[in-house]
């Protein structure tokens, strides 16, 4: 009998290694990491700054020189339904097509598991910005060397898009200028919500990539039309920055941002 019990002790014993040991090589458990990286492009084409868009369907030509844009509150989901949200005092970062490491977000201890879709801010969400100007000290002072920050009563920048246009009838090369943000009692905050093509594997020892592909005409040319001639102030630049054309704007990000692919190689 006694010897039947030790037998059986080794048995289990030897059971619990080798689970232990699969999940150990197939990564799961504990944390890992993930990147999200943005591509900006213009209408399906790359983005070159100073060099001509095609045409908008205002039939406007931009030559655009600078796209910056503020990504919060990043939520992951799982293919079982579960959620992680990435902790909301590390969830802001300003991609800037002009800094290239700005393009790729580094998610750092998140938890293992198979990702089916990502949900994101564009922007900086009520709650955040109501904890005031102490509260968000650290991402203000980041925002404001960035320019991406107006003053504490309007905020952040949530989306500074510029460059120069042409069309029919303005001839030459004139300025626009494209801020979103809080503006009076509009917040214009944006949600993003895209699916995964391929699930995102988190493991130990792999740390996938979603790329996402960012389509800039989406600003001015998605649902919303936005005519940069019509916003030309007596010849002094197309300067959007509130009125009834910024929340406009804002529903347009929503359709700005695709999943081009996911990639799930080794560390």
Same mark, same amino acid.
């Given at each position: 009998?006694k ?6 002790v080794a ?17 799961l458990?504990?944390? +890992?990491?993930?990147?999200v *990286?943005? /591509? ?5 084409? /790359?983005?070159?700054f =100073?060099s001509p868009?095609? #045409?908008?369907? *205002? ?10 844009y503020?990504v ?6 799982k293919t079982d ?5 990435? #902790?909301?005092?590390?969830?802001? $970062?300003?991609?800037d097509e002009?800094?290239?490491?700005s ?9 293992? @598991? ?5 949900? $994101? @801010?564009?922007?900086v969400?009520?709650?955040?910005y109501?904890?005031g *100007?102490? @509260? ?5 002072v980041?925002?404001? &060397? ?6 504490w009563a309007? =905020?952040?920048?949530? !989306?500074?898009? /510029? +460059? ?7 001839? *030459?090369?004139? %300025?626009?200028?494209?801020?979103? =943000?809080?503006? +009076? ?6 949600e993003?919500n !895209? ?5 995102? !594997?988190?493991?130990s020892?792999?740390?996938?990539q979603?790329?996402l592909?960012t389509?800039?005409s989406?600003?001015?040319? =998605? ?6 001639t ?9 300067m959007?920055m +509130? @009125?009834t054309?910024?929340?406009?704007? %804002?529903? &347009?990000?929503?359709?700005m941002?695709a999943? /081009?692919?996911?990639?799930?190689? #080794?560390?």
């Amino acid at each position: 009998m006694k010897k039947n019990i030790v037998k059986a002790v080794a048995i289990l014993a030897m059971a619990l290694t080798v689970v232990s040991c699969s999940k150990s090589d197939d990564g799961l458990g504990g944390n +890992g990491n993930l990147k999200v *990286q943005f /591509e900006n492009g213009f209408a399906d084409n /790359e983005l070159v700054f =100073g060099s001509p868009t095609v #045409p908008t369907s *205002q039939n406007e030509v931009l030559k655009i020189t600078s796209i910056k844009y503020i990504v919060s509150n990043v939520v992951l989901t799982k293919t079982d339904g579960t959620t992680f949200t990435y #902790p909301k005092s590390q969830s802001y $970062f300003i991609v800037d097509e002009a800094n290239a490491s700005s393009l790729v977000l580094n998610l750092n201890t998140v938890p293992t @598991g198979d990702y089916k879709s990502i949900k $994101f @801010g564009i922007g900086v969400d009520k709650a955040q910005y109501d904890l005031g *100007q102490t @509260g968000i000290a650290d991402f203000w002072v980041t925002a404001q &060397n960035d320019g991406m920050t107006w003053d504490w009563a309007s =905020g952040f920048k949530f !989306l500074a898009f /510029e +460059g120069t246009f042409t069309s029919p009838t303005v001839t *030459q090369d004139t %300025s626009f200028m494209i801020h979103t =943000g809080k503006t +009076g009692t509009d917040y214009n905050y944006t949600e993003i919500n !895209l699916n995964l093509p391929t699930n995102a !594997l988190v493991r130990s020892n792999i740390t996938p990539q979603i790329h996402l592909s960012t389509d800039l005409s989406q600003i001015i040319d =998605g649902t919303n039309k936005i005519s940069l001639t019509a916003n030309n102030s007596m010849g002094m630049g197309a300067m959007i920055m +509130g @009125g009834t054309n910024l929340p406009l704007i %804002s529903a &347009n990000l929503v359709n700005m941002f695709a999943v /081009e692919h996911v990639h799930n190689d #080794p560390n």
